[in-house]
T-cell receptor
Framework: SQELEQSPQSLIVQEGKNLTINCTSS?????LYWYKQKYGEGLIFLMM?????EEKSHEKITAKLDEKKQQSSLHITASQPSHAGIYLC?????????????FGKGTLLTVNP | DAGVIQSPRHEVTEMGQEVTLRCKPI?????LFWYRQTMMRGLELLIY????????DSGMPEDRFSAKMPNASFSTLKIQPSEPRDSAVYFC??????????????FGPGTRLTVL
């Protein structure tokens, strides 16, 4: 089974709506990284979370890591077409690793104008 | 500034043929990563180089896959012989010296490989 599950697999929203993407692990998350990917392009780093209960925001995107460090959520407020793409979570499940992540399969976000 | 450069961007080949993917990391970066992305398995790390030396190749699927980094500005990923199940997008990423984690990896645009 997948060590890191992302939900939903895909999401279609109307411009201006809020949305949440979840990333759930069967193991402790020593580090959780959110990335955005556009079709035909590589990954762009968004945010990193390491402490239980941590929350970070950048523009209209907020990411949280729960207290138990086994789930993270990415929330977009007032979505725009520029938010469209694939969102991936990557997790350090081993602790002490500074390069090796386990990735979820991604969430495809479509924002309709 | 140029980012990570990968070539070719698209490759279509027939089963049994040799495929070579190329990567030029960002100048000054000393760590290089090869990833593979498929619908079924998501994004997986294949191999990691530091200062041109392979550090972790545990993600390389089998002996048909090999990777080299002859110098700090060039790396190749070779598949010989290729099989249809190798069809995927292959990403190269690099990170600077002293980087503290994956958030400092810069990704190339990827090579979309199709093996018929």
């Amino acid at each position: 089974s997948q060590e890191l599950e992302q939900s939903p697999q895909s999401l279609i929203v109307q411009e201006g709506k809020n949305l949440t993407i979840n990333c759930t692990s069967s193991k402790t998350l020593y580090g959780l990284y959110w990335y955005k990917q556009k079709y035909g392009e590589g990954l762009i780093f968004l945010m990193m979370l390491q402490k239980g209960g941590e929350e970070k925001s950048h523009e209209k995107i907020t990411a949280k890591l729960d207290e138990k460090k086994q789930q993270s959520s990415l929330h977009i407020t007032a979505s725009q077409p520029s938010h469209a793409g694939i969102y991936l979570c990557g997790a350090d499940l081993r602790g002490g690793s500074n390069y090796k992540l386990t990735f979820g399969k991604g969430t495809l976000l479509t924002v309709n104008p | 500034d140029a980012g990570v450069i990968q070539s070719p961007r698209h490759e279509v080949t027939e089963m049994g043929q040799e495929v070579t993917l190329r990567c030029k990391p960002i100048s000054g970066h000393n760590s290089l990563f090869w990833y593979r992305q498929t619908m079924m398995r998501g994004l997986e790390l294949l191999i990691y180089f530091n200062n041109n030396v392979p550090i972790d190749d545990s993600g390389m699927p089998e002996d048909r896959f090999s990777a080299k980094m002859p110098n700090a500005s060039f790396s190749t990923l070779k598949i010989q012989p290729s099989e249809p199940r190798d069809s995927a997008v292959y990403f190269c990423a690099s990170s600077p010296p002293g980087s503290g984690g994956p958030h400092e990896q810069f990704f190339g645009p990827g090579t979309r490989l199709t093996v018929l």
